[in-house]
């Protein structure tokens, strides 16, 4: 990797382009966003999220267990940590929109996490205050991924853990070519029309591409400075979850 790297959506040139760029397209799709995750994922996303969650339980269960979802968008990843543990998660994400309809899906399950809005890579919080933080199907996005995994390994406490659900590319050659039609021809097409921004779809898969495979995240990971670093496939190496304690 180039962990100094980041995601570099078509025609941008900075990481301020970038992000700017990932804000917007987020901003444009927010609505449809849960419909369209379950539609082309054929509501696997969930399973996903459901195992990250389970994966975390040793970590969940201290009393006053203080976790934190950033990229939380709609708030789905929120939710679950809000159910696994004893008391309310935090959620965070960049974009106001998205950060809407996670607070309309919050008050009609009257669910009591607070959200708020801020970069995942300049977060409101003190060094070494949270026990778990959490992304899902965020950091890909991030226009320097280097500083995101030093902005998380700041805000835990020592003894923390970072769980990173990201989209990789899968590891079996032949599943590759297969999953790798349907990404780049078949949902850009679902995904533009229901969403109404081709662009989005567009840059799914792309984004996918250019992100450091699993075993090269796990080391980028370890260098940053987290003590033990794994991860685990899912899904025929679709996506991978990496855990990482401080
Ligand atoms: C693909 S969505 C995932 C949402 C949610 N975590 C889920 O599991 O469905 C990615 C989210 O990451 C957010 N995001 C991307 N880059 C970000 C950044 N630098 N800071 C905060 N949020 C960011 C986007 O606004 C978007 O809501």
Not at 11 to 26: C, H, I, L, N
Not at 70 to 80: A, P, Q, R, S, V
Not at 104 to 109: D, I, L, S, V
Request: charged share 20%; glycine share 8%; aromatic share 10%.
């Amino acid at each position: 990797m180039s962990i100094s790297s980041g995601t570099t959506p078509e025609g941008t040139q900075t990481e301020e382009e970038a992000s700017r760029w990932v804000r917007g397209m987020f901003s444009e799709v927010a609505p449809r966003y849960d419909l369209l995750n379950h539609l082309l994922s054929a509501n696997i996303d969930k399973y996903w999220r459901n195992q990250t969650v389970a994966r975390l339980k040793p970590y969940l269960n201290k009393p006053d267990v203080k976790a934190l979802d950033i990229c939380c968008g709609t708030g789905d990843m929120t939710i679950l940590l809000e159910k696994a543990t004893s008391v309310p998660a935090l959620g965070s994400d960049f974009c106001h929109p998205m950060l809407i309809e996670a607070g309309n899906k919050f008050a009609a399950g009257r669910l009591k996490s607070p959200l708020f809005e801020a970069d995942g890579l300049r977060l409101p919080l003190r060094d070494c205050s949270v026990d778990v933080v959490t992304v899902a199907f965020g950091f890909r996005n991030f226009a320097n991924y280097r500083q995101g995994i030093e902005e998380m390994l700041r805000i835990l406490k020592p003894g923390g853990v970072a769980a990173v659900l990201e989209f990789t590319q899968p590891p079996n050659a032949a599943f590759r070519s297969v999953y790798n039609f349907y990404s780049t021809k078949v949902l850009p097409i679902i995904g533009g029309v229901i969403s109404g921004s081709p662009k989005a779809y567009k840059y799914l898969p792309e984004s996918v591409r250019k992100f450091p495979a699993a075993p090269e995240l796990a080391q980028d990971l370890s260098a940053a400075g987290f003590r033990t670093v794994q991860y685990h496939y899912m899904t025929f190496g679709v996506v991978a979850l990496h855990i990482a304690a401080k």
